[in-house]
């Protein structure tokens, strides 16, 4: 049995987030020792190692209790599995569209700079313009949303 600083090194998850994910109930709550201190075993690295990878590639904690109890069923389906993972793709796909449309209006904004002083940069200048993007989500508008603008 390992202590929670432990389990921290060995995962790469900071000591709150490790408490944060026993509160949500994706990790099982520790373990005490004596003193009252967290214990963890090889099984809670390796479940921790699970939840890591899964949240550095996107997933929910809804997505990964859900991965996590189906886990411990080996011969249940993979379907709903890779339905959470093709769900997590286009998420993913949505969020690099978002993010090439971000560059491309901060290219433009670069590009119009002329390098003066501050009360005739371009760039100041236009972060107040109104743009293609929309401007709860900072995602691309649809032609009918830039049309209505």
């Known amino acids: 049995m390992i202590p929670i600083g432990e389990l921290s090194r060995r995962t790469g998850v900071h000591i709150e987030t490790i408490r944060f994910y026993e509160r949500s109930g994706v990790l099982p709550e520790a373990q005490r020792s004596e003193s009252g201190r967290r214990l963890y075993g090889d099984a809670d690295v390796r479940r921790l190692t699970f939840i890591r990878h899964a949240r550095q590639l996107g997933f929910e904690l809804d997505a990964i209790r859900t991965m996590l109890a189906l886990q411990e ?12 993972a093709r769900q997590q793709l ?32 371009r760039i100041i200048e236009a972060l107040a313009e109104p743009t293609a993007l929309s401007p709860a989500t900072a995602e691309p508008c649809s032609s009918s949303c830039a049309a209505a603008s």
């Open 73 to 84: 069923q080996p011969d249940a389906s993979c379907g709903t599995v890779d339905a959470l």
């Open 90 to 121: 286009v998420a993913v796909d949505a969020r690099i569209a978002q993010l090439t449309a971000l560059r491309g209006e901060l290219t433009r904004m670069i590009d119009t700079c002329a390098g003066g002083s501050v009360g005739a940069c």
